[in-house]
């Protein structure tokens, strides 16, 4: 168009909350034909029969086309443009299958690269789920999982066989925060052409852009951030153009698909992700800074700060930090963590994570842990930082540490 040449600030690619707003929004879902103009979001779109005008219709019906009306699994507008709308956010991505929860989404792209007799190598810091895929289906269908060191990089290409087929990647861990070098396992996984698989649900796309570092197969937790109001169970995933048929082909075998309902509020969700990421990163930095300098810690696992294992990759890959986190108390006095847990006020005691609202849990991975073992003294609570005050989120730590400290005088 007009645009001249070197004008910076027209060049520019679009930032993440400006392509968040436009994400997923075809005319075609959210008018009317010969109407100009439309509503704001593609509406919900409740389908199983697909009528048809004729028999001549019907028969020339075909589903090569994935934006045409065909029979209800195959998935209406709704779908399509929360599908659109993560990949989207992925540069690399030549598509995105939705599913009805992470661990399905885990388990249609894993089936979808792997068949008996292969191996996964797999980070020993992985989400527990997912390990119990490994260690129960994909064993029952003859597939081997072998953990590796969340910390391994480059030296990977150790444990790489001629039956290695899948490197599957999760970074940071969800209860262990260690960062894993992406770029040196990529470049070990790509000279031997092994596929590699992210779960990057505590990243998104926005702070990790997990396929334009060369990983295949980027995989969220929709349930978390891009719903971000704990109350969907959503699972995507996305792949490059050499995985992409694949992926899309066994989610189809598999069944999968997602309800309109939930995909309306996913991409409702959405539009804020950005905003919601940077505040709920913002906090967690400070909760953790903070917490850092508490004489009742004894260790903050927390990507951004320099004592994370991992931090230098953290650094120079990530675009910034997320709302989760963990710390270990100054104690093993288990009775004492639980008084500091059930003393928080502002913070929700639940599992998952990624809502607008402050979680924390008590996690404990020592006996989710196979390469090698989580030998930290010092219990562990995983903190879920939402869009509250950060302050009055540090008033109520501060008051949880008096319980804690009575606690253990007990
Ligand atoms: C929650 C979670 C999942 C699974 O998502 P669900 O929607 O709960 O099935 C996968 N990976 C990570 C890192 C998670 O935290």
Same mark, same amino acid.
């Given at each position: 168009?007009?645009?001249?040449q070197g004008d910076?600030?027209r060049?520019?690619?679009?930032?993440?909350g400006?392509?968040?707003?436009?994400?997923?929004?075809?005319?075609?879902?959210?008018? &009317?034909?010969?109407q100009?103009?439309?509503?704001? =979001?593609?509406?919900?779109?409740? %389908?199983?029969t697909?009528l048809y005008?004729?028999?001549a219709?019907?028969?020339?019906?075909?589903t090569?086309d994935?934006?045409?009306?065909?029979?209800?699994?195959?998935?209406?507008?709704?779908?399509w443009?929360?599908?659109?709308?993560i990949?989207?956010m992925?540069a690399?991505?030549?598509?995105?299958?939705?599913?009805?929860?992470?661990?399905a989404?885990?388990a249609?792209?894993?089936?979808?690269?792997?068949?008996p007799g292969?191996?996964?190598l &797999?980070v020993?810091?992985?989400?527990?789920p997912?390990?119990a895929m490994?260690?129960?289906?994909?064993?029952?269908?003859?597939v081997?999982?072998?953990?590796?060191?969340p910390?391994?990089?480059?030296?990977i290409?150790?444990l790489?066989?001629?039956?290695?087929r899948?490197?599957?990647?999760?970074?940071?861990?969800?209860?262990?925060?260690?960062?894993?070098d992406?770029?040196?396992i990529?470049?070990?996984a790509?000279?031997?052409?092994?596929?590699?698989l992210?779960?990057?649900?505590?990243?998104?796309p926005?702070?990790?852009?997990?396929l334009?570092l060369?990983?295949?197969?980027?995989?969220?937790?929709?349930t978390?951030y891009?719903?971000?109001?704990?109350?969907?169970? &959503?699972?995507?995933v996305?792949? =490059?153009?050499?995985?992409?048929p694949?992926i899309?082909?066994?989610g189809? &075998?598999?069944?999968?698909m997602?309800?309109p309902?939930?995909?309306?509020?996913?991409?409702?969700?959405?539009?804020?992700?950005?905003?919601r990421?940077?505040?709920q990163?913002?906090?967690?930095l400070?909760?953790a800074?903070?917490?850092e300098?508490r004489?009742?810690?004894?260790?903050?696992?927390?990507p951004?700060?320099p004592?994370?294992?991992?931090?230098?990759?953290w650094?120079?890959?990530f675009?910034?930090?997320a709302?989760?986190?963990?710390?270990?108390?100054?104690?093993?006095?288990?009775a004492?963590r639980?008084?500091?847990?059930?003393?928080?006020?502002?913070?929700?005691?639940?599992?998952?994570?990624?809502?607008?609202?402050?979680?924390?849990?008590p996690?404990?991975?020592? =006996?989710?842990?196979?390469?090698?073992k989580?030998?930290?003294?010092?219990?562990l609570?995983?903190? =879920?930082?939402?869009?509250?005050?950060p302050?009055d989120?540090?008033?109520?730590?501060?008051? %949880?540490f008096?319980?804690?400290r009575?606690?253990?005088?007990?």
């Amino acid at each position: 168009m007009s645009s001249k040449q070197g004008d910076g600030a027209r060049d520019k690619p679009l930032g993440d909350g400006t392509r968040l707003v436009q994400a997923g929004r075809r005319t075609e879902w959210t008018g &009317m034909p010969g109407q100009p103009g439309g509503i704001v =979001n593609p509406p919900v779109w409740r %389908a199983s029969t697909i009528l048809y005008e004729d028999v001549a219709h019907l028969r020339g019906a075909t589903t090569a086309d994935p934006h045409r009306l065909y029979y209800g699994r195959r998935g209406a507008p709704t779908g399509w443009a929360l599908a659109e709308a993560i990949t989207q956010m992925e540069a690399e991505a030549a598509g995105t299958m939705l599913y009805p929860s992470g661990v399905a989404a885990i388990a249609g792209a894993l089936l979808a690269v792997l068949k008996p007799g292969d191996e996964l190598l &797999m980070v020993d810091s992985v989400y527990g789920p997912t390990r119990a895929m490994c260690d129960g289906l994909l064993r029952d269908f003859g597939v081997r999982t072998i953990y590796y060191d969340p910390l391994i990089g480059a030296d990977i290409a150790a444990l790489c066989t001629d039956q290695t087929r899948a490197i599957f990647l999760e970074s940071p861990g969800s209860l262990t925060f260690e960062v894993q070098d992406v770029p040196a396992i990529v470049a070990v996984a790509k000279a031997r052409g092994i596929v590699t698989l992210i779960d990057n649900t505590w990243a998104t796309p926005l702070l990790l852009p997990a396929l334009g570092l060369g990983v295949d197969v980027s995989i969220l937790a929709c349930t978390k951030y891009l719903c971000g109001h704990s109350d969907v169970m &959503m699972g995507s995933v996305s792949a =490059n153009a050499a995985l992409w048929p694949a992926i899309q082909k066994r989610g189809h &075998m598999l069944g999968q698909m997602s309800s309109p309902d939930d995909a309306w509020l996913v991409l409702r969700g959405m539009r804020t992700l950005a905003v919601r990421l940077k505040h709920q990163g913002e906090s967690a930095l400070a909760l953790a800074r903070w917490l850092e300098e508490r004489p009742e810690v004894a260790r903050v696992l927390h990507p951004a700060l320099p004592s994370c294992p991992g931090h230098a990759a953290w650094a120079r890959d990530f675009s910034g930090s997320a709302g989760l986190f963990a710390f270990a108390l100054g104690s093993t006095d288990d009775a004492a963590r639980a008084a500091f847990i059930d003393a928080l006020a502002l913070f929700g005691i639940g599992y998952s994570w990624g809502g607008f609202e402050s979680l924390a849990l008590p996690v404990d991975p020592a =006996n989710l842990r196979t390469a090698q073992k989580w030998t930290d003294e010092g219990l562990l609570v995983r903190i =879920n930082v939402g869009l509250e005050e950060p302050a009055d989120l540090i008033a109520d730590l501060d008051r %949880a540490f008096d319980h804690w400290r009575a606690a253990l005088r007990k």
